[in-house]
């Protein structure tokens, strides 16, 4: 019961291998203000404010087991695959890292990609960040990151575009929480940061030892920061799961 929601989400992640591309390309069109005030309050409504998670000092709307959606099937649901309700454990570890070595990210400029419930980006901020981007190629994601991040009354900017393959030398530090949950997507990314290593970009990976990561060649040209233990009801929620990395590269 435990993992109703977020079990049903990542067994469709994983397991249906056609729907992958339309998850990582789907679009929500939530562009003017009257679709973001009904999504806010569809977000406030079917979440709840917790901060139970390895970032206690954020608050987040997350749909949790105290929430009905959690107990419904996904059918129910008013979102499409709404990955940003929940706090994945390589955000949790990457956020636990940034607010625990805030002197890495202080006057950097920052941008998370894939930031979900926008949790990493906010702990940037929280870190003194000069500017930090959240992006998310589902914009109600960003709904989620411009509600999450006013309850924390820190001010992010957020982007839609699909950033990965891009480069801007405006950027200091590239975030990636728990962005390794598919073999080809992992591949994309990898791609990707191979080119933006040598600009001097410097990448965080937080990742829960997931096998499209731990198995990649890309590992051998990052480097071990941080290893933590994830709380019981993170472990719970991501069966079989018990650690979490931060990777950074080697300069
Ligand atoms: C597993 S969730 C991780 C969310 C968050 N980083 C965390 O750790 O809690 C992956 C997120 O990446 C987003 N995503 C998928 N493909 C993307 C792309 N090409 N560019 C940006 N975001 C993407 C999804 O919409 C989703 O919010």
Same mark, same amino acid.
């Given at each position: 019961?435990?993992?109703?929601?977020?079990?049903?989400?990542?067994?469709?992640?994983?397991?249906?291998?056609?729907?992958?591309?339309? !998850?990582?390309?789907?679009?929500?069109?939530? !562009?003017?203000?009257?679709?973001?005030?009904?999504? %806010?309050?569809? &977000?406030?409504?079917? !979440?709840?404010?917790?901060? *139970?998670?390895? %970032?206690p000092e954020i608050a987040l709307h997350l749909i949790t087991?105290?929430?009905?959606?959690?107990?419904?099937?996904?059918?129910?649901?008013?979102?499409? *695959?709404?990955?940003?309700?929940?706090?994945?454990?390589?955000?949790?570890? =990457?956020?636990?890292?940034?607010?625990?070595?805030?002197?890495?990210?202080?006057?950097? !400029? /920052?941008?998370?990609?894939?930031?979900?419930?926008?949790?990493?980006?906010?702990?940037?901020?929280?870190?003194?960040?000069?500017?930090?981007?959240? +992006? $998310? &190629? $589902?914009?109600?994601? #960003? /709904?989620?990151?411009?509600?999450?991040?006013? #309850?924390? %009354?820190?001010?992010?900017?957020?982007?839609?575009?699909?950033?990965?393959?891009?480069?801007?030398?405006?950027? $200091?530090?590239?975030? =990636?929480? *728990?962005?390794?949950?598919?073999?080809?997507?992992?591949? +994309?990314?990898?791609?990707? &940061?191979?080119? #933006?290593?040598?600009?001097?970009? %410097?990448?965080? /990976?937080? $990742?829960?030892?997931? =096998?499209?990561?731990?198995?990649?060649?890309?590992k051998s040209s990052l480097k071990l920061c941080a290893e933590?233990?994830?709380? *019981?009801?993170?472990?719970?929620? +991501?069966?079989? #799961?018990?650690?979490?990395?931060v990777w950074s590269c080697y300069y």
């Open positions: 019961m435990m993992v109703s929601f977020l079990g049903r989400l990542l067994r469709k992640t994983f397991l249906q291998n056609g729907c992958l591309k339309g !998850t990582f390309l789907k679009q929500s069109s939530c !562009t003017n203000s009257n679709e973001r005030a009904k999504l %806010t309050k569809l &977000i406030k409504g079917n !979440t709840e404010i917790t901060q *139970d998670h390895m %970032t087991p105290k929430c009905k959606l959690w107990h419904e099937k996904g059918e129910d649901s008013p979102f499409v *695959d709404p990955f940003w309700a929940f706090y994945w454990p390589g955000g949790q570890v =990457l956020s636990r890292f940034i607010l625990d070595n805030k002197n890495l990210f202080a006057n950097k !400029t /920052v941008v998370d990609i894939g930031s979900g419930c926008g949790a990493s980006a906010i702990s940037a901020k929280m870190a003194g960040a000069a500017h930090v981007l959240a +992006n $998310d &190629i $589902d914009k109600v994601a #960003l /709904v989620a990151v411009q509600i999450n991040s006013e #309850l924390n %009354t820190t001010s992010v900017e957020v982007s839609a575009s699909n950033l990965i393959g891009s480069y801007n030398s405006q950027w $200091d530090v590239v975030l =990636l929480g *728990d962005m390794f949950y598919d073999p080809e997507f992992a591949d +994309n990314i990898s791609g990707w &940061i191979k080119v #933006l290593i040598p600009s001097g970009i %410097t990448l965080y /990976v937080g $990742d829960p030892g997931r =096998l499209s990561f731990m198995n990649h060649p890309l933590y233990q994830l709380p *019981d009801r993170c472990k719970l929620e +991501n069966n079989g #799961l018990s650690s979490g990395y």
